[in-house]
């Protein structure tokens, strides 16, 4: 059984650079979500996929991050031209929608740094 | 909207002493809460949730959780901690249909032996 996983786990950028991370859900999970979780704060939701259809972003999410799910499977975050200010753990969920509920699975995180 | 509050950022407990990890909601629809646990690095780990029906329900590793409508709360305990329990405990809601979690700023678990 494999759970949420996401590449890398960890990653080290100078400020301007672009970083692209990975997130491969639980098979056969149609909606996959990226969430940001900064020092000292709960996750925060930046926008969610159902199959490769992005359904909703946050306002968090300024034009310098672009997510895809191209075939319904695994999806990328990339975020362009990084600022101290993005350094924190983003964080992918997968689930799989039932009537009602939605129960996410969360993956074990990227930290990203910007130097 | 949804929001959440964690009354306390910081709880430091002997082990097996009792705890209460405390949580607020906020919210005019109705909506399904949850408590999550993240050990240092890694990602979230669900302990329980509250669907429907009865108040209290009880999730892994010996936590349990009351479900109080009038309150608007979610408090999470343990009748007797572990050093294991060490980490760091998020409460969220999500809205009855909805698709987001939305979580409280998290309360740092420190068991003392």
């Known amino acids: 059984d494999t759970g949420v996983s996401q590449d890398p786990r960890h990653k080290i950028t100078k400020r301007g650079q672009n970083v692209t991370f990975r997130c491969d859900p639980i098979?056969?999970?149609?909606?996959l979500y990226w969430y940001r979780q900064t020092l000292g704060q709960g996750p925060e939701f930046l926008t969610y996929?159902?199959?490769?259809?992005?359904?909703?972003k946050s306002r968090l999410l300024s034009d310098r991050f672009s997510a895809e799910r191209p075939k319904g499977s695994f999806s990328t975050l990339e975020i362009q031209r990084t600022e101290q200010g993005d350094s924190a753990m983003y964080l992918c969920?997968?689930?799989?929608?039932?009537?009602?509920?939605?129960?996410?699975?969360f993956g074990p995180g990227t930290r990203l740094t910007v130097t | 909207a949804q929001s959440v509050t964690q009354l306390d950022s910081q709880v430091p407990v002997f082990e097996e002493a009792p705890v209460e990890l405390r949580c607020n909601y906020s919210?005019?629809?109705?909506?399904?809460l949850f408590w999550y646990v993240q050990y240092p690095n890694q990602g979230l780990q669900l302990l329980l949730k509250?669907?429907?029906?009865?108040?209290l329900v009880k999730g892994i590793n010996g936590f349990e959780a009351e479900f109080n409508k009038s309150q608007t709360s979610f408090h999470l305990r343990k009748p007797s901690v572990h050093i294991s329990d060490t980490a760091e405990y998020f409460c969220?809601?999500?809205?009855?249909?909805?698709?987001?979690?939305?979580f409280g700023a998290g309360t740092i678990l420190r068991v003392k032996s």
């Open positions: 969920a997968s689930s799989l929608v039932r009537q009602g509920f939605d129960e996410q699975y």
């Open positions: 098979s056969e999970h149609n909606r």
């Open positions: 996929f159902q199959n490769e259809a992005q359904l909703e």
């Open positions: 919210s005019s629809v109705s909506v399904y």
């Open positions: 509250y669907l429907s029906g009865s108040t």
């Open positions: 969220a809601v999500l809205r009855e249909y909805g698709n987001k979690l939305v």
